[in-house]
T-cell receptor, first 113, second 114 residues
C-alpha cells in the first residue's frame, strides 16, 4: 500500500521558472491538501480540495495554483518561482470525517535560486 | 484565527527520563486536537486525536491529555527511537465546510540520548 506519493523529491529552480508538484494517493480519500514547512513557521496550508474537481485557498495561496482533475491526484503549480517559495512541500490526504487524521507524503525539497 | 503554540522548541532527555511537551491553543470551537510525529526527511505521522477536555489517549510510551486551553504529550521512560519532532494541530469550528483543515504548531524537537 503506497499511501501518499509525492514527486519529485528534490528540485532546484531558477527565479521565474515554472514547475508542477504531483501528489497521488491510493486510499480513495476525498480530501487532499498541500502544505509548506519552513523553519520557525511550522506547517502552513497552501490549497486544499474536498473532492474531485474542487479546490480552495488555504492560509498562504499566493504564487501557487492547484488542480484536482482526478480523485487520486492533486497537483501544485508554481507559475513563476520566487526565492520565497524555497521550502519543503508536503501533500496530505484524509477522509474529512476522520476529523484531522491526515496521511502525509514524504515531501518535496524545493530550492529557488 | 486559530493559533497553536508548542513548548519547548527543543528538549533533550536521557533514556528513561520522563517528561512532557506542551501545546497551547486558541480556537473558535474546538472540533479536535491532533498530535503527529515527524522524523527527519519524512512527512508527519498521525499519533492521536483528542476531542474534549478531560480526554486521554495512550500509545506505548506516549500519553496525550487535553484541557480547555492546552494539551500535553507525556513521554514515559523514553527510548532513543522516540527522538523526533512532535507536532500539535487543531481543527476549529469550520470543520468539513472549510475542508477539515488543521492549524499546526511549530513543533517540539525531542532528542533522547542513550
Amino acid at each position: 500500500n503506497a499511501g501518499v506519493t509525492q514527486t519529485p523529491k528534490f528540485r532546484v529552480l531558477k527565479t521565474g521558472q515554472s514547475m508542477t508538484l504531483l501528489c497521488a494517493q491510493d486510499m480513495n480519500h476525498e480530501y487532499m491538501y498541500w502544505y509548506r514547512q519552513d523553519p520557525g513557521m511550522g506547517l502552513r496550508l497552501i490549497h486544499y480540495s474536498v473532492g474531485e474537481g474542487t479546490t480552495a485557498k488555504g492560509e498562504v495561496p499566493d504564487g501557487y495554483n492547484v488542480s484536482r482533475l482526478k480523485k487520486q491526484n492533486f497537483l501544485l503549480g508554481l507559475e513563476s518561482a520566487a526565492p520565497s517559495q524555497t521550502s519543503v512541500y508536503f501533500c496530505a490526504s484524509g477522509m474529512g470525517r476522520t476529523r484531522g487524521k491526515l496521511f502525509f507524503g514524504s515531501g518535496t525539497q524545493l530550492s529557488v535560486l | 484565527e486559530d493559533q497553536v503554540t508548542q513548548s519547548p522548541e527543543a528538549l533533550r532527555l536521557q533514556e528513561g527520563e520522563s517528561s512532557s511537551l506542551n501545546c497551547s491553543y486558541t480556537v473558535s470551537g474546538l472540533r479536535g486536537l491532533f498530535w503527529y510525529r515527524q522524523d527527519p526527511g519524512k512527512g508527519p505521522e498521525f499519533l492521536f486525536t483528542l476531542y474534549s477536555a478531560g480526554e486521554e489517549k495512550e500509545k506505548e510510551r506516549l500519553k496525550a491529555t487535553l484541557t480547555k486551553k492546552e494539551s500535553f504529550l507525556h513521554i514515559t521512560a523514553p527510548k532513543p527511537e522516540d527522538s523526533a519532532t512532535y507536532l500539535c494541530a487543531v481543527q476549529g469550528q469550520g470543520g468539513e465546510t472549510s475542508g477539515s483543515r488543521l492549524t499546526f504548531g511549530e513543533g517540539t524537537q525531542l532528542t533522547v540520548n542513550p
